[in-house]
């Protein structure tokens, strides 16, 4: 069976690397010098900040493991990163609307890297506390850095399609080339060179130091709201009402929490889908495959971004669709294929069906983000952007704590299939963004038609 992990690891490499190599001129935008400078020094941190991030990942499980805790202590650990994110993450994330968006990803680079040197304690305590602190980190990954492409994008008057550019390239590189890499440095430091489980989590903190030196040198200060007036109450009030008041942002942040809520539960649950009897799998590699996969969506992403039609509205509702069929496919395997009897051994041929199912979901997962980042730039007002970005992610955290709290209680057929309808949901509410969008870009045009009409007209002589 290992052949297979192979093949398909080759697959995806050969299909990524010919989409990479064909694309035309229809499927790149002819872009300044001036853009292009700006979208590489974004690029550039960006994959600073995910490497600090996916450096982590492989290890967190394994350091709690090693310092003697069971898995009912490392749970309550997850919580409580999640929990935080929810709460304080909420908190902290929207005052970069207030603040400055500069300031608060100088903020998370503090606070990871305080994170990261929590890990040298085998002290509950204390990796509690960096837990909290990874929680409130992860709040200003996926809002502050955002918000300050969108709004230095716009200020320096570059084309509006040109940020569908950036955020494809990085999630590109961003979530797939410096995952995978980051994955096999991991594994070196921690096994080939034998520093132990804590080295990931200190090449992490250089990592995000070396990025928080080009933010304080390269980057400009900008704000939301920067007025003394509004406190932070306000600006949860002016964001709920944002929320409230235009169904596009509201219908927006229901797709983002049902997605989300789905990928991050796939998180836990592929290891046991794919070795139910304990079979010998390599985790290292499978993760390095769904990574690729994920290059595969955002390589996708990028040529469908790149035209005119079909709108990003329009192909998403597709890929929620189809994702919801990956995420189905270990409930279908359930009834179809006998499960295998055999404790250990390779990989079972429901578990190869299962793989391939899980790469799909993953190519969908590399086009979402760029699409979704796209989406909000369009929707989302500018002077409360991380506000309303990071209310989002209280539904998103609140279905993660409740899922970790409760994996053991339901089947795990029951949790894919949940992720499922969650998906088919957030597909049906992708269509409804649609029918709203075109209905506004509809009145707006009839509006814009009507002042060139009232501006055309001549005036009346009257003698």
Same mark, same amino acid.
């Given at each position: ?74 749970? %309550? ?78 200020? %320096? ?19 797939? #080339? ?9 594994? #070196?430091?921690?096994?080939? #060179? ?18 928080? !030196? ?13 007025? *003394? ?14 929320? $409230? ?6 219908? #927006? ?39 690729? $996969? ?8 990028? %040529? ?80 409360? %952007? ?39 949901? !957030? ?9 709203? $969008? @075109? ?9 814009? *038609?009507?002042?060139?009409? *009232?501006?055309?007209? @001549? ?5």
């Amino acid at each position: 069976m290992e052949a297979f992990y192979w093949l398909v690891f080759g697959w995806l490499a050969v299909v990524v690397a010919a989409m990479e190599l064909s694309k035309t001129n229809r499927d790149r935008a002819s872009t300044s010098s001036a853009f292009n400078s700006f979208k590489n020094n974004y690029i550039l941190v960006y994959s600073l900040m995910m490497a600090g991030d996916w450096l982590q990942g492989p290890y967190v499980y394994y350091l709690y493991s090693q310092y003697g805790y069971g898995k009912g202590d490392i749970g %309550r650990l997850f919580i409580a990163g999640f929990g935080s994110s929810m709460l304080f993450g909420t908190i902290v994330g929207s005052l970069a609307d207030k603040q400055g968006r500069k300031r608060a990803s100088v903020t998370y680079c503090i606070t990871y890297i305080l994170s990261c040197m929590t890990k040298h304690s085998p002290q509950f305590k204390v990796l509690m506390l960096g837990r909290v602190l990874g929680g409130i980190a992860t709040s200003l990954l996926f809002s502050a850095f955002e918000s300050w492409l969108v709004a230095e994008h716009n200020k %320096r008057g570059f084309e509006p399609q040109w940020l569908s550019i950036t955020f494809s390239k990085a999630i590109f590189l961003g979530n797939g #080339l410096v995952a995978i890499i980051s994955g096999l440095f991991a594994n #070196l430091l921690t096994d080939n #060179l034998g520093f132990g489980p804590v080295a990931p989590f200190d090449a992490a903190a250089c990592f995000l130091a070396i990025g928080m !030196a080009i933010i304080l040198s390269t980057w400009t200060e900008n704000y939301g709201d920067p007025s *003394d007036t509004k406190g932070l109450l306000t600006q949860f009030q002016v964001a709920a009402s944002a929320i $409230s008041s235009d169904e596009k942002i509201a219908l #927006l942040g229901a797709i983002q929490s049902l997605f989300e809520g789905s990928m991050y539960t796939f998180v836990f649950l592929w290891t046991p889908a794919l070795s139910p009897n304990d079979e010998d799998i390599p985790h290292g590699f499978i993760f390095a495959t769904f990574m690729l $996969s994920s290059m595969l969506g955002s390589s996708i992403a990028s %040529r469908l971004m790149a035209r005119p039609t079909p709108r990003v509205e329009s192909y998403m509702q597709l890929v929620f669709a189809v994702a919801a069929v990956t995420l189905l496919l270990p409930v279908i395997t359930s009834f179809l294929v006998a499960p295998s009897t055999v404790k250990g051994g390779s990989i079972s041929f429901g578990g190869c069906i299962q793989l391939v199912g899980f790469c799909t979901f993953e190519a969908c997962v590399g086009i979402f983000w760029p699409s979704i980042m796209k989406m909000r730039s369009q929707y989302i007002p500018e002077e409360s %952007r991380s506000t309303i970005m990071n209310f989002f992610r209280i539904p998103l955290n609140l279905f993660v704590c409740v899922v970790l709290y409760n994996v053991s209680a339901f089947p795990m057929t029951v949790m894919f299939g949940m992720c499922s309808c969650f998906l088919f949901l !957030a597909s049906l509410l992708q269509r409804r963004l649609m029918m709203v $969008s @075109e209905i506004h870009r509809s009145k707006s045009q009839d509006w814009t *038609d009507m002042k060139e009409r *009232d501006t055309e007209a @001549e005036p009346l002589n009257i003698g």
